[in-house]
């Protein structure tokens, strides 16, 4: 279903997607590919909406610093001075992170309008972002499909080419909140999005090693292990706060996705499994997400290579020439106990 959801200052229209199978309901925004809502079960069988989000236009555009649910990129995380080498030459970016560049610069894949095609049992969005836009070297022509599957999974499937050699590294940035975040995606389009802490949920999480960093979350040196550290989530634990870390996946890059994570929250019942191709999760736990959400509101599980790998070559290599296709997927399935 497709339906008008608001427009922009410049008159373009914003539209939304409903996606619904076995049990699931995706809503997706032609505006930034948000997820606006994902509305599941809960144990007793109680649907509810567990992505942070709000219920209009204008209140992704007042709140544009959380990036809930939508498509970031060209480069999903930091990248440190807002600068990096490729073959010889210096590319200058647009710092929006203090020095840093931060999911793409001021005006990422985020605030951009997509390109919406459905396709079966999902949509295909498109984007094209021109050579030079907030920096990034090449014009790249990029694909995501969302899809929900026979169990009601939502698959998120990245694709990329380009005409110049160039970085890319997108995900989404949907916050979880498996109690329900509080958020109706049918209300009053004014209405307080509101949502309750995440901060009981129980994380597992196949990593066995963690990416250090400094006061502006660039990464320090070599990755360390988690052993005897709060950043150990191979058993599966409450998650609290004060988190916004690479953990290295011990998989490493693979071509299908393979389950790398599970979020449980045992008031509800409701457990994401996350399954993926890429090397690194970054956990978020939200603690300076700003208004109008309180801290700790959702838990931000972005599948993605690591930070600052454009101006570090001994992590898994973010290049991409032309003749190469980029590619990348994660799976979110639904679950209760």
């Known amino acids: 279903m497709n339906e008008l959801f608001g427009t922009l200052s410049d008159g373009t229209p914003v539209h939304r997607w409903t996606l619904e199978r076995a049990g ?35 209140g992704y555009l007042a709140h544009p610093g959380p990036y809930a649910g ?6 999903a ?53 021109a050579d030079g836009e907030e920096g990034f070297p090449g014009r790249l022509e990029m694909s995501v499909t969302y899809t929900l599957d026979e169990r009601g999974a939502l698959g998120i499937g990245y694709e ?23 958020s109706d995606p049918n209300s009053d389009p004014g209405s307080d999005p509101g949502s309750g802490s995440a901060a009981g949920h129980e994380l597992r999480l196949a990593a066995s090693r963690f990416t250090p960093v400094d006061a502006d979350l660039i990464p320090l040196g070599d990755h360390q292990d988690v052993t005897g550290t709060r950043f150990d989530f191979r058993e599966a634990r409450k998650t609290g706060t004060g988190y916004d870390h690479n953990l290295v996946l011990d ?9 790398v994570a599970e979020l449980y929250d045992p008031a509800s019942g409701r457990v994401l499994t ?47 020439r032309p003749g190469g296709t980029f590619r990348s997927e994660t799976v979110y399935g639904f679950a209760v106990r």
């Open 251 to 259: 998989k490493g890059v693979t071509p299908t996705p393979v389950e």
């Open 77 to 129: 995380n930091r990248i440190a001075g807002a600068r990096f080498p490729l073959d010889g030459r210096v590319h200058t970016l647009a710092p929006n992170n203090g020095p840093n560049s931060l999911h793409g610069g001021e005006r990422g894949f985020d605030k951009r309008v997509w390109d919406v095609t459905p396709v079966p049992h999902g949509l295909r969005l498109v984007l094209v972002s």
């Open 160 to 182: 990329a080419v380009t005409d110049a050699p160039t970085v890319v590294n997108p995900t989404n940035h949907s916050y979880w909140n498996l109690a329900g975040s509080g």
């Open 274 to 320: 996350v399954a993926t191709t890429e090397p690194g999760m970054q956990v978020y736990t939200a603690d300076h997400i700003g208004e109008p959400f309180v801290p700790g509101a959702g838990i931000a599980l972005e599948t993605q290579h690591f930070p600052d790998s454009p101006n570090r070559p001994d992590f898994p290599s973010t290049v991409l």
């Open 24 to 58: 699931v309901r995706v809503r997706v925004l032609s505006y930034g590919g948000i997820v606006q809502a994902v509305e599941v079960p809960d144990r007793e069988g109680r649907s509810g909406n567990v992505v942070l989000g709000f219920p209009g236009l204008d």
């Open 70 to 75: 939508a498509l970031v990129g060209r480069y």
